[in-house]
Structures are given as structure tokens and as C-alpha cells.
T-cell receptor, first 117, second 111 residues
Framework: DTGVSQDPRHKITKRGQNVTFRCDPI?????LYWYRQTLGQGPEFLTY????????KSRLLSDRFSAERPKGSFSTLEIQRTEQGDSAMYLC???????????????FGPGTRLLVL | DAKTTQPNSMESNEEEPVHLPCNHS???????IHWYRQLPSQGPEYVIH???SNVNNRMASLAIAEDRKSSTLILHRATLRDAAVYYC????????????FGSGTKLNVKP
């Protein structure tokens, strides 16, 4: 399978613990995105990388959240001191940049479902 | 960000056409109209996109109004596998790096 993969698919943790999620994009894709989705809502943008550079972060991304993309390949999203409000599906997407980017397609992974007890 | 308005839910019978509407009255001239869908327990998947002209692909057709303030996603023959949440998204020069998904339209397909 050459699509976007995410690991783990499910994570249950206790409030106050740290968690880290991994995303492996489609190999030639230079753009990588993280989204968060809560029940009944559409995905919300969190952050975006072009190669290894993190170019934009949403106001949703508090200081407890950090994302990296070393070497411009896979990416990790870490949440420190988790709170019950962090419970959500965390989605990763990747794309290949085409000019302005307005027409390019994002390919999504299956997501990591986080439950904070 | 330019926003879109979609009905919360729609219902269709299997093997019948489905027309999913989207209003985007604040669309700018450089905004592309993208449609994605999300099957249960999966990440969103690309369906189709267009700028001004109607578009067809193997999954669906996209009909864009002449003034571009609305568009319609057309599934020619709905199957049970098409039951999903469908999102209409505008993507422009100033927000190309992120999608604003909204709540989408939940499509139920009856056998």
C-alpha cells in the first residue's frame, strides 16, 4: 500500500500523559498536514509542513502540541500533558506541490483516534 | 476564509442519481471548488475539483453555476458504498495550505 499511513490507529491514555503519533506520507509528497476531527465535525487544520519546514500553525495548536518533520519525510505530532479535550481523531494528509497549490489534491491517512481518560 | 453552506443530511435510493448542493456566495475568482468525502472510520478522500467549467471523473461530476456562487456534486448511480459525509471546500491563493471542511452533508443510501 503506497498511501498515507498513521501509527498508532488507536491510543488510550490517562490525563497528564504525553503521546506521540507518527505519519508516513506518500513518498514523493513534499507537503504534509495535520488535522484534528472531533465527533460530528469536519476536520480542523492544525499545522502544515513543506519539506522539513513547518510553515503554518493553527491557533488550535496550543503550546502542549508540537509537530516535527525531520528530513522532510515522516512526521510526528506530540501532545504533552494530555487533557480530556484532546480526545479526537488526528488526521495526517500529504500532497505534491503544484504551483500555487490551489488545485492540488490532499491524500489523507486513516487517522489516529485518541481517547484521554 | 471563504465559507461553504451544505445541507446537514440527504437521503437517496440505491442506483439512483444524487445531487449534493453547496453554496459559496463569497467565492473569489481564484478559489477552486474541491469535494472530498469521508466514509465511516476513514480519513477523507478526494472526489473531484473544478474552477469554472463542469468536470467529470470516474467517481462523480461537478456542476458549477455560471456565477460560481454554488456548485453541485452529482453521483450518477448511488451505491451503498457512497454513504459518507461529503465536504465542499474552497481553496484559494491565501489558504491553499489548509482546508476548511465545515460539517459537510451526510449522505444515506437506502437499498
Amino acid at each position: 500500500d503506497t498511501g498515507v499511513s498513521q501509527d498508532p490507529r488507536h491510543k488510550i491514555t490517562k490525563r497528564g500523559q504525553n503521546v506521540t503519533f507518527r505519519c508516513d506520507p506518500i513518498s514523493e509528497h513534499n507537503r504534509l498536514y495535520w488535522y484534528r476531527q472531533t465527533l460530528g465535525q469536519g476536520p480542523e487544520f492544525l499545522t502544515y509542513f513543506q519539506n522539513e519546514a513547518q510553515l503554518e500553525k493553527s491557533r488550535l495548536l496550543s503550546d502542549r502540541f508540537s509537530a516535527e518533520r525531520p528530513k522532510g519525510s515522516f512526521s510526528t505530532l506530540e501532545i504533552q500533558r494530555t487533557e480530556q479535550g484532546d480526545s479526537a481523531m488526528y488526521l495526517c494528509a500529504s500532497s505534491l506541490s503544484e504551483g500555487s497549490g490551489t488545485a492540488e489534491t490532499q491524500y489523507f491517512g486513516p487517522g489516529t483516534r485518541l481517547l484521554v481518560l | 476564509d471563504a465559507k461553504t453552506t451544505q445541507p446537514n443530511s440527504m437521503e437517496s435510493n440505491e442506483e439512483e442519481p444524487v445531487h449534493l448542493p453547496c453554496n459559496h456566495s463569497t467565492i473569489s475568482g481564484t478559489d477552486y471548488i474541491h469535494w472530498y468525502r469521508q466514509l465511516p472510520s476513514q480519513g477523507p478522500e478526494y472526489v473531484i475539483h473544478g474552477l469554472t467549467s463542469n468536470v467529470n471523473n470516474r467517481m462523480a461530476s461537478l456542476a458549477i453555476a455560471e456565477d460560481r456562487k454554488s456548485s453541485t456534486l452529482i453521483l450518477h448511480r448511488a451505491t451503498l458504498r457512497d454513504a459518507a459525509v461529503y465536504y465542499c471546500i474552497l481553496r484559494g491563493l491565501y489558504n491553499f495550505n489548509k482546508f476548511y471542511f465545515g460539517s459537510g452533508t451526510k449522505l444515506n443510501v437506502k437499498p
